[in-house]
């Protein structure tokens, strides 16, 4: 009975068009009531994963956005200090390797304390402020980096 086994209502539900995320011209799985497909898409909810045993990634997500480190190569510093500078909450968590998922193919992803994604990379982008300020509603309607 689909009603009793809503997992694509509880899970699934995507952000399409919001201002406030930066997409990168991958589309959200198709949504429906009864099933859901994790994914890292921004604008969907960030998959479950355990950050270790009792701790799940949603009970660490901090206040306003953060950043989560697949890689601890990957340099989250110019994303923090552009946050900082906006007055925008940006934490930091490092991900053990082997932790996450397979939908969680990309080095960096910024959720938002809503745990749905707001932004990922391979690397932080070449203007991080211009990232903050779009994802705080700041930039010109319409943009997308």
């Known amino acids: 009975m689909q009603q009793l086994d809503a997992a694509g209502l509880n899970f699934g539900y995507s952000y399409n068009a919001s201002p406030i995320i930066s997409y990168d011209g991958e589309p959200a ?9 994790p994914s890292t898409v921004p604008g969907c909810r960030a998959p479950h994963l355990w950050l270790e045993p009792g701790v799940s990634l949603y009970d660490r997500l901090g206040r306003g956005y953060t950043l989560l480190r697949f890689d601890p190569a990957a340099d989250g510093s110019r994303l923090v200090s552009a946050a900082t500078a906006a007055g925008v909450p940006l934490e930091i968590i490092d991900i053990p390797a082997g932790a996450a998922p397979a939908p969680y193919r990309h080095r960096l992803l910024i959720c938002r304390e809503d745990q749905h994604g707001a932004w990922r990379g391979e690397q932080a982008p070449s203007d991080p402020a211009a990232l903050i300020d779009l994802l705080r509603g700041a930039a010109a309607t319409g943009s997308r980096r």
């Open 29 to 37: 799985p198709d949504y429906t009531m009864g099933s859901y497909s």
